[in-house]
């Protein structure tokens, strides 16, 4: 537990201290009654009662529709399912301004809807939610599905040999063992809807704020920063007591649960519900998450000759000091190192939290690992600049920056990922290597990992992929002349003209490029069989 307590102390306490405190204490004096003051405000309670609400019914209707699809990943196997499965994964990356953007360009005016039935979505929200699905859908496709591929299905045969119905053999034994999985997808969806800022800025105008965009707006627009401490310590107290009833309620559900070789428990859909259920599960895919991601490519081919392509690689004196493709191997480098970094601390973490004789101060850092997801994006970048930019810890100027907020936001999937495969791991395993002799490094290495290479794979997907497509916290501190793929999107995005837009298009298309092929290379490394459990 050592390095990563020392790792978001430095990289996440500190920073986020130093913000707040930078905004509620003036001439050294505390102002704690400005508390009181902004949480009694009309327009901040609505915020905040927006802000609750929305994510509660984003993260039900991710459930409801992302669910199928897990059960059709992990369980069927289907010509195109890798392929597929990368697509899934794209949009979980791009830069909300961009997702935003193209989905606005559906269901806006004069998009796809309304140009077929005159239907328009932007003024509601409706958009915002359907949204947040499109976001979030891998989330819970790849961390249920992840455990889900990984349950024997012999256990849940045997309760239909005995007479179980399908439904009541699901419901006894499937699902209480997918518990744990299920509980941290949806822990992962409401603390990204709660903070939910490009979406809500994009499609909700100025009728609808999250806590997130109200930070940014009293920050960037009336720099209050007094009003955007009290909102940070809001929504920081509010995702510190869901992680704690989330810790509680899951450490009771976790047991000890026979996993055995993915690769086995896929077949060739039988029946026609199975048939009907990968229908509905392709068309949704289709329709949520394949067709703005369309619209983006469409876009970015606009001008003849691949000629927004072709402008990528001219330097731009006024926002970049580099042609905007060298955007792409800066966004490659940072997220390996992010990657590296957050594998390393988050599995750290997860191995210490798995153990049984964990003391309750290990068992309560389990939720202080998810406070990143949940603390405004905006506040985490502004107290990079405020806190490290000094000794003993003077990174300001140093590209590795970068990777550490990358890192930061990483290292939670990378925990909530292996963390239930590890819980589930049979103690008696290690018990049993251990008195043959074993040292704990072998047990870990012969008994764990071959158990958890699955999980690990994925939870290193998880980060690289988030790390290519983070966005609040490195646009404040990614450098001029090494911008990352979402930093110059956004940019070229605030500058007028078709051209910037279409660059802005571009770049786009070439992040989701990117992350595909870096995902199907996953998926090809993640069911290689050579490997035995």
Not at 209 to 234: C, H, K, M, N
Not at 242 to 255: D, G, P, Y
Request: glycine share 8%; proline share 5%.
């Amino acid at each position: 537990m050592a390095l990563p307590v020392a790792f978001f102390a430095l990289f996440f306490a500190w920073p986020v201290a130093a913000i707040v405190t930078r905004g509620l204490r003036t001439d050294g004096t505390w102002q704690l009654g400005r508390i009181a003051d902004v949480v009694s405000r009309p327009d901040i309670r609505h915020v905040l009662w927006f802000t609750t609400w929305q994510a509660l019914a984003s993260t039900a209707l991710t459930l409801l529709l992302a669910l199928p699809a897990a059960y059709v990943f992990a369980r069927l196997d289907f010509p195109g399912r890798h392929v597929l499965r990368a697509v899934v994964t794209v949009p979980f990356v791009l830069p909300t301004v961009v997702a935003g953007s193209a989905f606005l360009a559906l269901v806006g005016r004069g998009g796809l809807l309304d140009e077929l039935w005159g239907v328009r979505l932007d003024t509601t929200v409706w958009a915002i939610l359907l949204a947040h699905v499109f976001f979030n859908y891998a989330v819970v496709v790849r961390t249920v599905g992840g455990l889900w591929a990984q349950l024997d299905p012999r256990q849940e045969e045997a309760a239909r040999m005995l007479g179980a119905s399908p439904l009541t053999a699901w419901r006894r034994v499937t699902l209480p063992a997918l518990g744990p999985a299920v509980a941290a997808a949806a822990l992962m969806v409401f603390l990204f809807t709660f903070t939910s800022f490009g979406v809500v800025q994009i499609l909700g105008g100025p009728t609808f704020s999250t806590i997130e965009v109200e930070i940014y707006r009293q920050t960037s627009e009336t720099f209050d920063l007094g009003t955007a401490a009290v909102l940070t310590l809001v929504q920081f107290a509010a995702v510190g007591a869901i992680l704690a009833v989330h810790a509680w309620t899951v450490r009771r559900r976790e047991t000890a649960l026979r996993l055995v070789d993915a690769s086995v428990t896929a077949r060739r859909p039988r029946g026609a519900g199975q048939w009907a259920l990968l229908a509905a599960v392709l068309a949704t895919v289709a329709l949520l998450l394949v067709l703005p991601l369309g619209v983006l490519v469409r876009r970015s081919l606009d001008a003849p000759g691949f000629g927004y392509y072709r402008a990528l690689t001219d330097a731009d004196g006024g926002t970049f000091l580099v042609a905007p493709v060298h955007a792409v191997w800066t966004s490659l480098q940072y997220a390996v190192a992010a990657t590296a970094i957050a594998v390393v601390i988050g599995g750290l973490a997860a191995a210490a939290l798995a153990r049984r004789d964990a003391g309750r101060l290990v068992r309560g850092f389990d939720a202080l690992l998810m406070l990143p997801l949940g603390v405004s994006a905006v506040t985490v970048g502004f107290g990079f600049l405020i806190a490290l930019d000094e000794p003993p810890l003077n990174l300001r100027q140093s590209w590795f920056l970068v990777p550490l907020a990358q890192a930061l936001v990483g290292a939670p999937f990378v925990v909530r990922t292996m963390l239930p495969v590890l819980r589930a791991v049979d103690v008696r395993l290690r018990e049993a290597a251990a008195v043959l002799g074993a040292s704990p490094w072998r047990v870990w290495r012969e008994v764990d990992l071959p158990l958890v290479r699955r999980a690990l794979l994925v939870a290193a997907g998880f980060a690289f992929a988030v790390s290519l497509g983070e966005f609040g916290a490195t646009v404040f501190i990614a450098r001029p002349d090494n911008p990352t793929l979402p930093v110059a999107v956004a940019r070229l995005l605030s500058r007028p003209g078709d051209l910037n837009y279409g660059q802005a298009m571009a770049l786009s298309t070439i992040l989701m490029v990117v992350c595909a092929v870096a995902l199907l290379v996953l998926e090809r490394l993640r069911t290689d069989r050579t490997g035995e459990f």
